[in-house]
């Protein structure tokens, strides 16, 4: 009996067959890169029916290497923060903006939270371009109205596979618009995003499974009636994937962009923990929060320098790298695609300084590289203070697999604390198979986690 477990990125769509206990099964993995639209004024989107294609192509490869044969149960993790307008028949009328567009605005004239502390407190968000409430007001200027309902990346693709879907708790979240310690829409968020009757979708309940539409049944006959789990946010099913689910272990991951979270147990109807005005806070599920800090850039500063700065690559870059000191080097900021909330900074204000004649194309990417080091750091110690214990690190994510110097940089920024990587770079799928399998208190004993000198297995 094995899981088949989608991972609905924002550079691509990745579909794997996972055991039992969420483990990769071997060569049982497809991957179609996604076309991302990123344009200097801030612009982050996706198309809709492009993205289906994509994920429909990873389940047919999947399908014809005899993959889906024994599959009982398919668990996805999905970006959070994206939503797409849909008109009344049921077609997209734009693009899905992604958490990397930074175009909208808040309304001009239109006044804020009455609190904007207790706004913080009940919804875990702000009043902030990256969600719900400011993006819908937004689109349906955009788009001259017709707009029906709005939904997720997440809601659009699997409503068109399974047909109308609810929002999961945990996508929802994502949106700026949950109270989450009642599990329902926010009245004064809802106002602020001026979202009418019908237009937001309906949220899941606890244990909701759906069953492929008989169309996609009949293209994929091994799915036919294996239930489909809710999705779950990227960021949180990245905890759970990483064994970062209690309060003293702390997850670092680095795909295209990054993200330090913690993940604290706390049931609908219990009071939240402190939340530092500077952090975020989501839903792993109804029974879970989870807690950090997000930045626009990760393994996309990599990418960027791989292609301007034509570095070398392979073993000779990471011999390069091996030279440069992990000490904080070279003056920049990181936010090359603009700030994450609840920042305002808009693409474009990376910045490089302290150059000269002398510095090398290397020198550069490590000090990209040191600069996220530094800012995660910054938000870790916030962290802490919700939790008033020491906490050790977990790194994961593709972009750490794919660079020891990385994680060694990372282990230097973060001590004197305990640092492991997490050999498995598909942490997020992983997450997201073991929160439908209602095994996240399993997570911590089945992550494959190592020392950062990947050398010593921990104790």
């Given amino acids: 009996m094995n899981i088949l477990a989608l991972d609905l990125g924002t550079s691509s769509v990745r579909g794997l067959v996972l055991d039992m206990d969420a483990r990769p099964l071997p060569s049982a993995l497809a991957r179609r890169r996604v076309r991302l639209v990123a344009h200097d004024d801030g612009t982050g989107t996706l198309d809709g029916p492009g993205y289906l294609a994509c994920l429909a192509e990873c389940l047919d490869e999947l399908a014809a290497g005899g993959h889906l044969r024994d599959v009982s ?38 006044p804020g939270p009455a609190d904007p502390v207790d706004f913080h407190r009940r919804t875990g968000t702000w009043w902030h ?6 993006r819908l ?27 109308p879907v609810p929002m999961s708790i945990s996508q929802a979240s994502g949106t700026g618009l949950l109270d989450l310690r009642r599990l329902d829409w926010d009245a004064e968020a809802c106002v602020l ?14 244990g909701w499974r759906g069953r492929l539409l008989p169309a996609y049944a009949r293209r994929w006959p091994q799915l036919t009636d294996v239930p489909w789990a809710g999705p779950v946010g990227d960021g949180a099913a990245s905890n759970v994937g990483s064994g970062c689910v209690e309060p003293d272990r702390v997850a670092v991951t680095v795909g295209t962009s990054a993200a330090v979270r913690l993940v604290q147990r706390v049931p609908a109807g219990q009071a939240m923990p402190p939340l530092p005005e500077q952090l975020w806070r989501y839903r792993l599920d109804h029974d879970h929060v989870v807690t950090g800090a997000a930045y626009s850039s990760g393994g ?19 011999v390069a790298l ?25 693409a474009g204000s990376g910045a490089l300084g302290g150059l000269s004649f002398g510095t090398t ?57 305990p640092v492991w990587y997490g050999r498995n770079p598909e942490v997020g799928a992983s997450g997201a198979a073991l929160v439908a399998l209602g095994r996240i208190g399993d997570a911590s004993r089945l992550a494959a986690i190592v020392r950062t000198d990947d050398t010593t297995s921990p104790a």
């Fill in 361 to 417: 194309a290397v020198e550069i990417l490590a000090g990209l590289m040191r600069g996220l080091c530094d800012l995660v750091a910054d938000d870790l110690l916030l962290l802490e203070s919700t939790v008033d214990e020491p906490v050790e690190v977990v790194l994961g994510g593709g972009a750490m697999a794919a660079s020891r110097w990385w994680r060694t940089a990372f282990a230097a920024a973060l001590a004197p604390r």
């Fill in 73 to 110: 149960l398919v668990a996805t993790s999905a970006q959070w923060h994206s939503v797409v307008p849909i008109g009344a028949d049921g077609a997209p009328l734009g693009p899905v903006l992604t958490w990397l567009d930074t175009r909208p605005d808040v309304p001009a004239g239109v």
């Fill in 129 to 134: 371009r990256c969600y719900w409430s400011v």
């Fill in 137 to 163: 007001p937004w689109l349906r200027e955009q788009t001259g109205g017709g707009v029906a309902r709005f939904a997720g990346l997440a809601e659009y693709v699997l409503g068109e596979l399974l047909g």
């Fill in 322 to 346: 091996a030279r440069v000191p992990h000490e904080r080097g070279l003056p920049v900021n990181v936010r090359f695609g603009g700030d994450r909330p609840p920042g305002m900074a808009p």
């Fill in 193 to 206: 995003a001026g979202s009418r009757a019908g237009e937001l979708p309906e949220l899941a309940p606890t």
């Fill in 300 to 318: 996309n500063l990599f990418a960027w320098a791989n292609r301007a700065l034509r570095l070398p690559e392979g073993t000779e870059l990471e």
